[in-house]
């Protein structure tokens, strides 16, 4: 499902689009000139539908895949990807850890599974990451991308800004969502300081389009989805979640 120029969703689950497992987040794929790359991978439950999706979307071979947070509806699918697609795994320092060592406490897995939030047969494969990002730019093809370290929503949280042909768009995965909503899970796993100071940070880069990992996505104006959760932060209080 191509979104804009570059972007195309492959990967979404009932939180977005349904294009594949429900308990999928969105899995972007983005073209840059003469290779592309994915944002986040979903939960592994149905990676051959996204395989297909990346295929029928005829672009450029999938270098990279980038990793948001460690949560299993991003990450738990990156492995298999991986290896079908012969991309590499990048990500933050921390989801590195988490998924090298299939560390499901760390990633929050064993509780969401043990509540019922995901079934039985999800769970983490040890996965080979191939190169751990800080606050840095490279490129990818035709595309700069810059990872920005975003905690706040999940230890680890990265978001990537992505500069393609004079466009600029952020991928926010779990950090904020349209309208300016936000995931806080529980006082342990979220700091809620740190997810409004994230919000700024990535308001202050001047986004053009907002692709969150979970619901609608804004072509333009990102920064007016953006402004509604730090306006909401201004008041003392939390913007609205993204679960009603
Ligand atoms: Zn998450």
Do not use: K
């Not at 999928?24 to 986040?40: K, N, P, Q, R, W």
């Not at 590195?96 to 299939?102: C, E, Y």
């Not at 983490?124 to 191939?130: D, G, N, S």
Request: charged share 15%; hydrophobic share 45%.
């Amino acid at each position: 499902m191509r979104l804009s120029e570059h972007v195309h969703l492959v990967g979404s689950g009932w939180l977005g689009y349904s294009l594949s497992d429900r308990h999928d987040g969105h899995v972007y794929l983005v073209e840059g000139g003469t290779a592309s790359f994915l944002i986040d991978a979903g939960s592994g439950l149905n990676t051959a539908r996204i395989a297909a999706r990346i295929e029928a979307a005829q672009v450029p071979p999938v270098t990279h895949i980038l990793v948001t947070h460690g949560h299993a509806d991003h990450a738990a699918g990156a492995d298999a990807l991986a290896r079908l697609l012969g991309a590499e795994i990048w990500t933050s320092p921390e989801v590195a850890r988490m998924l090298i060592d299939a560390d499901e406490v760390a990633t929050g897995l064993a509780l969401a599974r043990s509540a019922g939030v995901y079934p039985a047969a999800l769970s983490l494969t040890p996965t080979e990451v191939h190169r751990r990002l800080g606050d840095e730019t490279f490129t990818i093809g035709a595309a700069t991308v810059r990872c920005m370290p975003t905690p706040g929503h999940a230890v680890g949280h990265a978001c990537y800004l992505v500069d393609v042909d004079g466009a600029r768009a952020v991928f926010t995965g779990d950090l904020v969502f349209a309208r300016g909503r936000v995931a806080v899970l529980g006082t342990t796993e979220t700091d809620v300081g740190a997810l409004r100071d994230s919000i700024a940070a990535v308001a202050a880069t001047g986004p053009g389009a907002l692709f969150p990992g979970h619901g609608s996505v804004a072509l333009s104006d990102a920064d007016r989805h953006l402004a509604a959760a730090l306006d909401a932060f201004d008041r003392g209080q939390l913007p609205p979640g993204l679960l009603p």
